[in-house]
């Protein structure tokens, strides 16, 4: 059964800092690569960062704040988001495309399987 699962949202003030986890089951995430992707209050879902064996890839607004990471031999990916802001509010997805990218992608269209998503909440 293919699942991907978020977790590890959470409240936290401006500054602070989350990591981020997905755990994937029926995926080969060497082949794959995974996505990560947020949907803030009332906006489009956008990408934030990617990753395959190719390259990895971030979105302008989170670049040198934001990390992805993965452990393939547990079928996890991770995003370690440092210097957290207001504007990084929002349900945090992971996404797996349907079939092996020559390189990871941020575009919502190249993703057919989701996870549920994981709240973010950057207040003081």
């Known amino acids: 059964q293919l699942q991907l699962v978020e977790s590890g949202g959470g409240l936290v003030q401006p500054g602070g800092s989350l990591t981020l986890s997905c755990t994937t089951t029926?995926?080969?995430?060497?082949?794959?690569?995974i996505g990560w992707f947020r949907q803030a209050p009332g906006k489009d879902r956008v990408g934030i960062s990617c990753i395959n064996d190719e390259n990895i890839d971030y979105a302008d607004s989170v670049e040198g704040r934001f990390t992805i990471s993965r452990d393939k031999a547990k079928n996890m990916v991770f995003l370690t988001m440092n210097r957290l802001e207001p504007e990084d509010t929002g349900v945090y997805f992971c996404?797996?495309?349907?079939?092996?990218?020559?390189?990871?992608?941020?575009?919502?269209?190249?993703?057919?399987?989701w996870g549920q998503g994981t709240q973010v909440t950057v207040s003081a």
């Open positions: 996404a797996v495309p349907p079939r092996p990218l020559l390189r990871c992608s941020l575009y919502e269209q190249e993703y057919h399987y």
């Open positions: 029926g995926f080969n995430l060497k082949n794959y690569g």
